[in-house]
DNA sequence: AGTACTGACTTTTTT
DNA sequence: AGTCAGTACT
C-alpha cells in the first residue's frame, strides 16, 4: 500500500470519519480486507499532521512487530512527502536519492521515533524498564530493571524444576506444561497466587497454587518475568501508584489498539486505566485532548486460549461511551466494503461465518468481480496433498509468469502439517516456514541468548545453568548440585557462590578449577556490557567461553550449520542496533525473546509462505491454499464437543478464506499419519459442507473421461454471457474476451461443467476466468 | 566424577 | 529436532 500525503481522497466515507476522529472513545468494527491497516495508519498520521498531536502523546498497540514496523514506515514516508513538499515545493520521488533518504531521516526522527507502537507486549516491557523497580508484589518480590523476559520454554522449565526438584511430584501427574498454563490463564485474569488459591476447592488446584506461588518466587530470585508479567506487573503497578500510572495517562493522549477483539481482560485493564486514570466513575473521566480508538472484528477473534475474549469489543460503547442516545454513530464506525477478495470468496466466507451464534451482524460486502471458482481436492494421504499443492502452484506461475512465489501462501492449523508440505516443495520451490519451530528456539542460539543474559543479568539461575556445562568444561552434575544446595542454604544466588572462593574451594580440585574458570570468563565480559557493542560482546563471550572452538573441533555438519545460525544472530544483533540506534547489549536482550518470526516475513520475498492460519491473521495473497480440512484437524477434536470452541474454529475458518483475494484453494485426505503414527481414516471437515456447494468445484466425485461430456461441446446460444460454454478446452485454445479483447489459454483446471481457465491477454496479464459465465468465445482451436 | 550413547517422547493455536 | 532419563564406559 502507498501512503499519500492526500490520504484523506483515497479513503471511502466510513473509513474517513474514522481518520478524522479527534477525541473521545471511537470503536471502528472492520471486517477482512476492510482497508483496516490503512485507516489506523492515517490516523496516526492525521492526529499529528491536523490536530498538532505530539508523537510522543501516542500509543498504538499492534498485533505483531511486523504490523507496527510497516505502519511506521508508511507514516514516515507520509512526513517525509509533507517534509519534501514544505522544503523543495517537489514531490518526494522527484528530488535525488541523498535528498530523499535525508528527509526520510528527518521524518523518522521527528515523528516515529517518539511515538509508541508495538504490541502489548514490547510496550509494556519498554515502560517496565523506566518503573518496574517501584514495584513490590503482595509477597514484597521486586525486580530490578535489567530484568530478563523469559519465553514459554524457558518458563516450562522453571516450573519443571519446581515440580520435580522442589516438591518433589510425579512429573505425570502434575504435567508442567498444564500447570504452566493454568498459571499463565490465572495471570491473564490478573489473579495472584493468593486470588488463584483462594478459588480451588480441591487438592490439585491447591498444589498448583502452591506452585504458582513458588514460581513467582523464584521469577524474582532469577530476576525475570514471563509473558503474562509483562502485562500483570504493570497493571499491579498502575494500580498501587497513582503517581506512576498518572505520568503515563498523561503521557499517552492518544490511544490505538488494533486486533481489539484479541484483546484479554488484563490489556483491557491496562488500556482502561491509562485512558481514564483510574478514575472509576464515568463522570470524572475527560476526553478533553484524548482518544481511545479500538479497531476490530468479532468474526475474526481466534485467540480465546490465551483468554482473550471478543465480548471486551462488543462491551467497549458501553465502557468507555458516554451513554448518549446516538451512541451508534458517535461511538462507532462500520467498515464493511471488502476491497480484497473476489465476490466468490466473499461469499463463501460470509456464508460459513453467518453459522455461528455470538456475533454481531455484519456483511462483507464485495468491491471486486467474482474471480475463479473455489476448488475443493480430495487426496488419498497428506503427500498426495502437497504433492496437489505443488502441482497448482506450479501450474499457475507457468500460466502467469507475473504471478512470483511470494503470490501463494499454504495454510494450515497445525504446525506439524508443514513436514509433509516441506518434503513436496523442496526440490522445487522457494518456500518459507513461518513460525513452528523458530530461529531463537534453536539450541545454539538458546545457548548463545543465555550467555548474553547471564552477562546482563548475573541474578538470572536459569539462564546460567543452561551455560554452566555447556560447552562441557568438566563441571558436571554432582557439581552443579552442590553448588545449587550452597546458594540455596546461604540465600544467595547461584552466581555469587560461584564466585565466592571459599565456596568453591570445597569442591574436588578438578572441578574447583573448572568453575573459577568459568566464573573468571563471565566476570570478564561482564565488566565490558556497558563498554561495548552487544556484537562485540556476543562474539568476545562465544570466544572465550569456548562455544566457537567446540563447534568448529567437531566439524561435522551439523556443527557447520549451527555455526552459521550463530553468525545469523550476530547479524541480528548488527541489525538491530542500526535499526534503532542502539548498540548496547542490553537493549537487543530486551527485545530478542519478544521478536516473532512472523516479524522477519517480508512482503513482495521471493518464496511461497506456509504458516498456521493463526499466523496468518493481518495477511493477504493472491492465492491461498487451505489444506487438511479434515474432522478432527480442523476443525480441531479438541473443539469439536465445545460449541463455542467449535465457533472459534469456524472463525478460523473465516480467517483463512478472506486472506485470498484472486483464488482459493480446499484439500482434506482420506487417511492422514501424525507423528509416525498408522494412519488415521479421516473424514472431510464440517466446514466444507457448510459453504455453499454452488461456489465449490472439486474431484470428490470422481469424474468421467472428457470425451463423454462433450457430446454438448456446442456453445450455448442467446446468452451474453454464456457464449463460450461447456467444450473440450485446451492449452493454447485462443478466445476473444468481450472487454479484454484477444486472449490465449494458458491453464485448465478440472473437466465439463466445472472447468476454470486461465487466459493470458497480451499486455493485461493472466485471468482466471469460469467458462461459463466469461463473456468471451473461442475462435481458434489449438494446433494440437 | 564426568561423559557418551541410546531410546522414548514430543505437537493446537502464540506474545 | 531437541530434551531427558537410564546406562555403561573412562
Same mark, same amino acid.
Request: glycine fraction near 6%; proline fraction near 4%.
Given at each position: ?45 492525521? #492526529? ?8 510522543? *502523546? ?15 514506515? =508508511? ?27 535525508? #528527509? ?75 500447570? %504452566? ?6 495471570? +491473564? ?28 518466587? =523464584?521469577?524474582?530470585?532469577? +530476576? ?39 484483546? *484479554? ?24 485532548? =484524548? ?49 480484497? &477478495? ?25 468491491? %471486486? ?22 502441482? =497448482?502452484? $506450479? ?115 578438578? &572441578? ?80 530478542? &525473546? ?34 487438511? $480440512? ?52 479421516? $473424514?472431510? &471437515? ?99
Amino acid at each position: 500500500m502507498k501512503a499519500p500525503a492526500d490520504y484523506l481522497s483515497h479513503l471511502n466515507p466510513a473509513q474517513r470519519s474514522a481518520v478524522e476522529h479527534f477525541c473521545g472513545p471511537l470503536l471502528v468494527v472492520a471486517g477482512a480486507g476492510s482497508g483496516k491497516t490503512r485507516t489506523l495508519t492515517y490516523r496516526v498520521a492525521h #492526529l499529528i499532521r491536523n490536530h498538532s498531536v505530539d508523537p510522543e *502523546n501516542i500509543l498504538a498497540v499492534t498485533f505483531t512487530n511486523k504490523a507496527a514496523r510497516e505502519m511506521q514506515e =508508511r507514516i514516515q514516508l507520509i512526513f517525509a512527502q509533507q517534509l519534501a513538499e514544505q522544503t523543495y515545493s517537489h514531490p518526494l520521488e522527484s528530488l535525488p536519492l541523498q535528498e530523499q533518504t535525508a #528527509l526520510r531521516s528527518r521524518a523518522y526522527k521527528r515523528y516515529i521515533k517518539p511515538l509508541w507502537m508495538g504490541t502489548f507486549h514490547s510496550l509494556f516491557a519498554r515502560l517496565l524498564r523506566f518503573d518496574i523497580d517501584k514495584y513490590r508484589d503482595e509477597k514484597e518480590r521486586k525486580w530490578e530493571r535489567n530484568f530478563t523476559i523469559y519465553d514459554e520454554s524457558d518458563a516450562q522449565s522453571l516450573v519443571k524444576n519446581i515440580v520435580t526438584r522442589q516438591f518433589d511430584l510425579d512429573e505425570k501427574k502434575f504435567d508442567p506444561r498444564s500447570i %504452566r498454563y493454568a498459571i499463565g490463564n490465572a495471570k +491473564n485474569l490478573g489473579h495472584s497466587p493468593q486470588d488463584f488459591a483462594r478459588e480451588q476447592q480441591n487438592y490439585r488446584g491447591r498444589v498448583i497454587g502452591e506452585i504458582y506461588d513458588a514460581y513467582q518466587t =523464584r521469577l524474582a530470585e532469577n +530476576n525475570a518475568l514471563d509473558f503474562d508479567d509483562l502485562l500483570l506487573v504493570p497493571a499491579r503497578l498502575f494500580e498501587q501508584n497513582e503517581s506512576i500510572l498518572g505520568y503515563w495517562h498523561d503521557r499517552f493522549r492518544h490511544v490505538l489498539v488494533d486486533e481489539y477483539q484479541d484483546t *484479554n481482560r488484563i490489556q483491557y485493564r491496562l488500556i482502561r486505566l491509562l485512558s481514564t486514570n483510574g478514575e472509576p466513575h464515568r463522570d470524572r473521566w475527560s476526553w478533553q485532548q =484524548r482518544s481511545i480508538f479500538v479497531v476490530g472484528d468479532a468474526d475474526q477473534s481466534i485467540y480465546s486460549f490465551r483468554m482473550a475474549d471478543f465480548k471486551i469489543l462488543l462491551e467497549f460503547q458501553e465502557d468507555f461511551g458516554d451513554g448518549l442516545p446516538d451512541d451508534d454513530t458517535r461511538t462507532m464506525v462500520k467498515l464493511e466494503e471488502n476491497y480484497r &477478495s473476489r465476490s466468490n470468496i466473499l461469499e463463501a466466507a460470509n456464508a460459513l461465518i453467518e453459522l455461528n451464534t455470538e456475533r454481531i451482524d455484519k456483511v462483507l460486502r464485495p468491491t %471486486r468481480g467474482c474471480g475463479a471458482t473455489i476448488y475443493c481436492y480430495k487426496a488419498d494421504n497428506e503427500l498426495v496433498e502437497a504433492q496437489f499443492v505443488r502441482d =497448482r502452484i $506450479l501450474d499457475l506461475r507457468r500460466a502467469d509468469p507475473e504471478l512470483d512465489w511470494g503470490s501463494f501462501a499454504i495454510l494450515y492449523r497445525t504446525n506439524a502439517q508443514s513436514r509433509a508440505l516441506e518434503d513436496a516443495l523442496r526440490s522445487e520451490i522457494p518456500y518459507i516456514i513461518v513460525g513452528g519451530l523458530k530461529f531463537y528456539d534453536r539450541k545454539e542460539v538458546k545457548d548463545a541468548l543465555a550467555y548474553l543474559r547471564a552477562l546482563v543479568n548475573p541474578a538470572d539461575t536459569v539462564s546460567l545453568l543452561r551455560i554452566i556445562n555447556t560447552p562441557r568444561r568438566g563441571i558436571g552434575q554432582a557439581t552443579v548440585d552442590r553448588l545449587v544446595a550452597a546458594a540455596r542454604e546461604l540465600g544467595m544466588p547461584l552466581w555469587h557462590v560461584l564466585q565466592d572462593e571459599t565456596s568453591v574451594k570445597t569442591l574436588a580440585g578438578r &572441578s574447583a578449577k573448572a568453575v573459577q574458570r568459568f566464573a573468571l570468563t563471565l566476570q570478564t565480559w561482564q565488566s565490558q556490557v556497558t563498554e561495548r557493542s552487544a556484537a562485540e560482546i556476543l562474539d568476545g563471550i562465544l570466544s572465550d567461553s569456548g562455544y566457537y572452538s567446540d563447534l568448529q573441533n567437531q566439524g561435522t555438519d551439523e556443527a557447520t550449520s549451527r555455526l552459521e545460525n550463530l553468525k545469523e544472530l550476530a547479524n541480528a544483533v548488527i541489525q538491530f542496533a542500526e535499526e534503532n540506534e542502539d548498540l548496547s547489549l542490553e537493549g537487543f536482550l530486551a527485545n530478542a &525473546s519478544l521478536a516473532s518470526d512472523l516479524d522477519n516475513l517480508e512482503e513482495g520475498q521471493q518464496a511461497v509462505s506456509a504458516m498456521t492460519l493463526h499466523s496468518a491473521k493481518g495477511l493477504e495473497f493472491p492465492v491461498v491454499f487451505l489444506v487438511g $480440512l479434515e474432522q478432527g484437524l480442523f476443525p480441531h477434536n479438541r473443539a469439536i464437543d465445545d460449541p463455542a470452541a467449535l465457533e472459534e474454529e469456524r472463525r478460523l475458518c473465516y480467517v483463512g478464506i478472506t486472506r485470498a483475494r484472486e483464488q482459493l484453494f480446499l484439500s482434506f485426505t482420506r487417511e492422514r499419519r501424525l507423528w509416525g503414527m498408522a494412519r488415521e481414516p479421516a $473424514l472431510q &471437515s464440517q466446514f466444507l459442507q457448510e459453504l455453499p456447494s454452488e461456489l465449490l468445484e472439486s474431484n470428490i466425485v470422481p469424474q468421467r473421461l472428457p470425451r463423454k461430456s462433450v457430446e454438448r461441446d456446442r456453445p450455448t446460444v442467446g446468452t451474453v454471457s454464456a457464449t463460450a460454454a461447456i467444450q473440450n478446452w485446451q492449452i493454447g485454445d485462443r478466445v476473444i474476451h468481450q472487454t479484454l479483447g484477444p486472449g490465449e489459454v494458458t491453464l485448465v483446471m478440472g473437466e465439463g461443467a466445472k472447468t476454470t481457465l486461465g487466459i493470458k491477454f497480451p499486455g493485461l496479464g493472466t485471468k482466471i476466468f469460469d467458462p461459463k459465465f466469461a463473456p468471451m468465445r473461442r475462435v481458434e482451436a489449438s494446433a494440437n
